[in-house]
């Protein structure tokens, strides 16, 4: 690495003159940009940033072998289901966006699904209210899980290395444990309680552990290894899948193995648009992320952030305006495309774009309750975890996966060694009911049979110049989008590193309930005061954490600058 200090200092330097350089009429708060940038960790050829450093590292060396960022991701998603249970597991589902030494994009939809017997008002009371435990708690919540698909999907297309020998370092971690960090020790003291209500007995994670404590898993290591031996199908047809179907069904739950055996993963393109210069890529519906983002990007695009300053008052009212919008269309217009008709093309374009933000003042907010749904002529009617991946060859990766809530449903099978996602709850039980993100949807995101529940992840790649930039992502259920979004601008309007960019304070906004959510004693008080002022609602009390991201930018030498959020055990690792 020494012999990039030179190049390194010299882009610090650039750096720290394009913020001198900048000229701006408008007040912003200085303090924070006027800081010597912070770099993450920079690497030559290859780099895998996730939630766990085990993870990160299986994938590290994955790649050293001579492996790529597809196989690197078979071995850091199994990892993050052994060391990082709050949201990697087995058990749920996720989006992969990818691009290609040679310019080619695409994504991996391995979306959970409902089961057969699903209805479209099964969360219902007998008076057609919602019952949100239904829907978040237990065996009912469950989709039918993608994961195992998903991984076997990317290493049949795309991988260089065989299963064994990617999976055989993530059956000895399982075996050997890992190390309980004190942020996670703290998530399994708050779900404790939880854990025992639903499987009504002890398991792995409600022993009280400490910090500093191994824990080791040998049933999932003992899965690994009948997965190892044969395929895909030992989870959706084998002994795997008749324990999980067994558990399921003596909590109460639904699924079956025709469930299991009928799933399939999709693949898909990708949103692809435009942001001044730069050619955005992201994932497409069943998730919101890639419209929502497009949306977002396209109706701030006309106006001057980074005049404007970073988290600055006008910066602030111009994206809070346009989450405030996209988050509207999302909750009418958006859900699984093989099953609803989506206008995607008409809600990320600039004509529809232009008009939504018509009637946006500097002067005040806009009520939400006067926004709602954009007029398309026509037309018929979140816990996870991420990791960016970027190869020696040339490839990226970027990978959301999740369970919905912490931990999901909480119901736990001890004979696979893996929780279960409560990804139903992501359906709209009732049109106009929240889901526990608070998020609103209509009949395109109403509960049917072997239909893919709408997501809010948000795996995004982006080129610049016509080259590979950045691989980004976060988790954060409702405020993925947003997260993801405020990063990239970080990096592109405020000439941020992406550690900086990753680390910086974030906001959030999504049209109902009509509130900005800012992170606690993170924000100048004068620039929360005069939002007030123009009749914004704040929030900056104890709030859950908005986003974990993880990304790697590409610097100007070649050379891969890994950001880790500093919210989370986040680590890059590479080489």
């Not at 001198?20 to 770099?39: D, G, H, L, M, W």
């Not at 019952?131 to 049949?156: M, R």
């Not at 941020?496 to 960019?501: K, L, N, R, S, V």
Request: glycine share 10%; with cysteine; hydrophobic share 40%.
């Amino acid at each position: 690495m020494k012999k990039n200090s030179i190049k390194h200092l010299f882009y610090i330097t650039l750096l720290v003159l394009s913020f001198s350089c900048k000229t701006n009429t408008e007040p912003r708060v200085e303090i924070k940009q006027k800081a010597e940038p912070v770099f993450g960790l920079i690497s030559e050829k290859a780099m895998v940033v996730s939630a766990r450093e085990e993870a990160s590292k299986i994938g590290v060396d994955i790649m050293k072998k001579g492996g790529n960022a597809f196989d690197a991701m078979v071995g850091t998603e199994m990892a993050l289901a052994v060391a990082y249970p709050f949201a990697g597991s087995m058990g749920g589902g996720g989006f992969m966006v990818y691009r290609k030494a040679n310019g080619e994009t695409g994504a991996l939809d391995y979306r959970e699904k409902a089961p057969l017997a699903a209805t479209k008002d099964m969360y219902l009371d007998k008076n057609g209210d919602a019952i949100p435990e239904k829907s978040q708690l237990g065996a009912l919540a469950i989709g039918v899980p993608g994961t195992v698909a998903g991984i076997f999907a990317v290493h049949e297309k795309f991988g260089s290395l065989p299963i064994e020998e990617i999976l055989r370092p993530v059956v000895a971690l399982a075996n050997r444990g890992f190390i309980v960090t004190e942020k996670q020790k703290k998530r399994f003291d708050n779900y404790n309680e939880l854990f025992y209500k639903v499987n009504q007995d002890t398991i792995l994670f409600a022993k009280q552990h400490k910090a500093g404590d191994t824990i080791k898993n040998t049933k999932l290591a003992q899965t690994l290894e009948r997965i190892i031996k044969n395929g895909a199908a030992e989870f959706y047809k084998g002994e795997t899948g008749k324990k999980l179907v067994d558990r399921i069904q003596s909590k109460g739950g639904i699924i079956t193995m025709e469930d299991l055996s009928k799933y399939e993963v999709k693949w898909r393109k990708p949103v692809r648009f435009e942001y001044k210069g730069l050619s955005i890529i992201s994932m497409s519906p069943p998730s919101s992320g890639g419209v929502c983002l497009a949306q977002i990007m396209k109706m701030i695009e006309p106006y001057e952030l980074d005049k404007y300053g970073h988290n600055s008052v006008k910066t602030i009212q111009v994206i809070t305006e346009a989450e405030r919008r996209a988050y509207a269309d999302r909750g009418f217009y958006l859900g699984d495309p093989d099953f609803v008709k989506i206008p995607i093309d008409t809600l990320i374009g600039k004509e529809y774009l232009s008009s939504r933000m018509e009637d946006f003042s500097f002067d005040k907010a806009t009520r939400s309750s006067d926004i709602n749904c954009g007029i398309v002529p026509g037309y018929e009617s979140d816990e996870t975890t991420h990791y960016s991946i970027v190869d020696s060859f040339g490839n990226a990766i970027s990978v959301t996966i999740t369970l919905n809530g912490a931990y999901g449903s909480k119901l736990y099978v001890p004979e696979i060694g893996t929780f279960l996602n409560n990804e139903m709850d992501d359906f709209s039980a009732k049109p106009g009911v929240p889901n526990m993100f608070g998020l609103i949807g209509a009949e395109a995101n109403a509960i049917a049979p072997e239909k893919r529940m709408l997501s809010s992840m948000t795996p995004t790649i982006v080129e610049k110049d016509g080259k590979l930039w950045m691989s980004v992502g976060t988790p954060g259920g409702s405020t993925i989008i947003t997260s993801v979004l405020q990063t990239i601008l970080n990096v592109k309007e405020f000439g941020m590193t992406m550690q900086d960019a990753v680390n910086a304070p974030r906001f959030h906004h999504q049209w109902l309930p009509d509130v900005v959510v800012f992170e606690p004693e993170s924000f100048d008080v004068d620039v929360l005061d005069s939002l007030k002022q123009k009749g914004y609602h704040i929030n900056q009390e104890k709030s859950k954490i908005i986003g974990k991201v993880d990304g790697i930018l590409v610097l100007p030498d070649g050379t891969l600058e890994g950001g880790a959020d500093k919210r989370g055990d986040d680590t890059a690792v590479g080489f």
